[in-house]
């Protein structure tokens, strides 16, 4: 929601899935112990055979849609406004205005 409120038109990640240092068999030593390993900048968590997403990384998705959402609401409040449907376009404006309150409560 902060990317919405702030309109900021992107935003990136430092990584997808980082083991925290750069040696050849990083990745290796992780899965060895990955129970017991911090991967602090990742988003995912490698087994043996897949990599397993974690609770962050859902969040960014999650985040992504909400920010679609409102882009398309945004957009049709703004077409219902200037066809003249005012009520439809208070309509939306409703759950927008609520974004704002919602971090403030």
Known sequence: ???????????????????????STAWDAVLKDVTNTELHYSFVRPMPDDLVPSIGWESVREGIDDHRYLATLSNLIRQAAGKGLSEGAETGRTPVAGVDRQDRQ
């Open 1 to 23: 929601m902060w990317c919405w409120k702030t309109g900021i038109k992107g935003s990136a990640l430092w990584a997808y899935a980082d083991p925290g240092n750069t040696s």
